[in-house]
């Protein structure tokens, strides 16, 4: 079931390959005056040349190629031979009547299928999560829910940060604060028996508190870095102790993030960290080894990715300048003999690989890692984990305060996720007091309600953005209902609820009509209806793109295209037939705007 303006597209098409130019040329959009045509086809000023032709002459002859389509009103030419196409009215309700009857609301989904892993949230054990988490994982659930709403097998994976030397210095410093728990570790360590219940006093707010204190001790004392480095080698080989203590940090950090994605709506598919794949990385090295990949490196190993040709300036410790390949190397093995951040990362692709077999991994993470994914990536194609646009880093950037830098507290700390989400909750019921919504809700459905305005607010502002732009965070304007927010959204859908209840009750009693076939004879159903149409055309953008901002932008528009048509064309006072044409209308986008606000992964309440 095309869209408008891919069913004008193949006519135009034709009629410039009857002309003898070349078809592509004959490309349709939307207009850019809306109010003297629907849609423009400006390909007879490049037929023009390649034909030798006078423009407007190409023009009038694709025109008279389209005289007699029933699908158009008129075909006129303007300007220099621009060629301009206002569709029929049938038309239009035709194609009203068909998205009504698709569940889909007017949505196609993708030729070929394909299997989709999307990377994203990247939460570390033994922290809360921040603000720095909030558009990876707002941003990577709606690439989830889209591509899966396209068609493709999709997998979401968490990846949590979860092993490492962070894991070292942790434990060694909840050892050294808790005798307790340090005894039960060097007991099992040591081969006898402890009560692993005494880890039940590790908290989420201890491991938060100790880990900015130990990973500057770390960088100044000596002694206190090479016990850490040691514990995580023991951790790392699973010593008993160590890894009993290691597993309390990830499951009380598990129930803070499930409590925190479950509040934004996200889920995920696998829970997957770095400590899953350490079993990988001692055959994947000799793997490496045995390709000729490895190269060492002053004590350490490394795979160089720079390809022949490829360098970069480098600033050396004496002022000196020389010439080095770029990017730089993978670090596969530390001088210590350690596998690094990276070298999991490989470990990651390849166990997604034996896994699942992905035709694309989407990586939705910080712009700021671009460097880091660039150089694993190459690794990656030269060990034969997979293939070149196999894997894709698609960066974001930062949420800022209103000085323009990365938001933070009144006291200059990062924000805890959990805080922001209460902050917007808060918020919301304000707003929603203020406004007069809500009043008659049962406090249960009033809280309910509340939530999902929050989160509207705080995912709305930041997928109507560019993924790859930063925003700055102002809670205010992004909690109000007027104006492009998703409060606004919630409400548009909430009235047409109401409208629809209303109706229904009424053709109930015997006082109205229900739904029936649309017709369309005014300006603003006229809008309504080429909006809902272009649905298809947001959703492939965005999946191409791997932008939701273009999903947002719709969703705005469908919202703003129903309060016109809302409020010129009356739908409980119009006549019988009239009324149950302009229901439909009310029902569709209604279902539309709801299918579209669930991709962006927000919820709409029943009432306010």
């Known amino acids: 079931m095309s869209d408008l303006k891919s069913v004008l597209g193949e006519a135009v098409e034709a009629a410039f390959a009857a002309i003898g130019a070349p078809p592509e040329l004959g490309r ?85 299928a394909r299997k989709i892993i999307v990377d994203y949230g990247g939460p ?67 081969g006898g028996e402890g009560d692993v219940s005494t880890f039940d006093a590790v908290s989420l707010a201890d491991l938060d508190r100790l880990y900015p204190e130990a990973a500057a001790k770390g960088k100044t004392d000596t002694d206190y870095r090479d016990r850490a480095r040691k ?9 008993p102790g160590y890894y009993a203590l290691w597993q309390r940090f990830r499951d009380v950090t598990r129930v803070a ?43 350490a190993r490394i795979i160089r990715v720079a390809r022949e040709g490829e360098t970069k300036k480098k600033k050396l410790p004496d002022g000196s300048v020389v010439t080095v390949p770029s990017p730089d190397p993978l670090l596969v093995v530390s001088s210590e003999g350690s596998a690094m951040y990276g070298t999991t990362d490989l470990a990651t692709i390849l166990d997604r690989k034996q896994a699942f077999g992905p035709d694309l ?7 700021r890692q671009a460097d880091h994914f660039e150089i694993v990536f190459r690794a990656a194609y030269l060990a034969g984990y997979a293939t070149e646009g196999q894997l894709e880093h698609i960066g974001f950037g930062t949420m800022n305060g209103t000085d323009g830098k990365p938001f933070k507290t009144r006291e200059g700390g990062v924000l805890k996720l959990n805080d922001l989400i209460q902050l917007a909750l808060g918020k919301a019921r304000e707003r929603l007091q203020e406004a007069g919504l809500g009043e008659n809700l049962p406090p249960e459905e009033f809280e309910a309600t509340a939530g999902k305005v929050a989160v509207a607010a705080l995912k709305f502002a930041d997928l109507q953005n560019f993924r790859g732009t930063s925003y700055v965070f102002d809670l205010d304007r992004f909690m109000s209902f007027e104006g492009k927010t998703g409060p606004y959204l919630l409400y548009q859908a909430v009235r047409v609820k109401s409208i629809l209840r209303r109706a229904a009750q009424e053709a109930e009693g015997g006082e109205g009509a229900a739904q029936g076939p649309v017709t369309v004879t005014e300006p603003a159903e006229r809008d309504l209806v080429l909006t809902l149409d ?32 809302y409020a010129n064309c009356p739908i409980m006072q119009a006549e019988p037939a009239v009324k149950a044409s302009r229901l439909t209308l009310a029902a569709t986008t209604l279902r539309q705007l709801e299918l579209a606000l669930d991709l962006l992964g927000v919820s709409t309440p029943e009432r306010m």
């Not at 158009?72 to 009504?100: H, M, T, W």
């Not at 909030?134 to 949590?160: C, M, N, P, Q």
């Open 534 to 565: 272009a649905f298809d055309a947001a959703l492939t953008e965005a999946y191409d793109k791997k932008a939701p901002n273009a999903l947002a932008e719709h969703a705005y528009r469908l919202s703003q295209s129903f309060s016109k048509f």
């Open 257 to 299: 993030l499930e409590r925190d994605f479950h509040a934004l709506g996200v889920d995920f598919d696998w829970w997957k960290g770095e400590s899953d794949v350490e079993h990988l990385i001692q055959p994947m090295v000799a793997e490496l080894d045995a390709k000729g990949l490895l190269v060492d490196d002053q004590g």
């Open 231 to 239: 514990i995580t080698a023991a951790l790392q080989t699973k010593q």
């Open 361 to 367: 991994v989407i990586y939705c993470v910080d712009q």
């Open 124 to 190: 570390n054990v033994a922290k809360p999560m921040h603000v720095g988490h909030l558009r990876a994982s707002i941003i990577g659930e709606s690439i989830k829910r889209l591509y899966r709403f396209r068609g493709d097998e999709v997998i979401g994976d968490a990846h949590f940060g979860d092993w490492g030397y962070q894991m070292g210095l942790l434990i060694g410093a909840v050892m050294d604060e808790q005798p307790a728990v340090a005894a039960v570790v060097e007991a099992i360590n040591a």
């Open 28 to 112: 349709v959009t939307p207009s850019d005056r809306p109010d003297l045509a629907d849609f423009q086809s400006n390909g007879a000023l490049a037929a023009a040349k390649r034909l030798a032709k006078n423009p407007r002459e190409i023009a009038t002859a694709v025109a008279e190629k389209l005289q007699g389509d029933p699908r158009l009103a008129s075909v006129e030419i303007a300007g220099p031979g621009f060629i301009n196409l206002k569709l029929a009215d049938a038309a239009l309700a035709d194609r009203a009547n068909a998205i009504a009857a698709d569940p889909r609301a007017g949505a196609e989904t993708v030729a070929h």
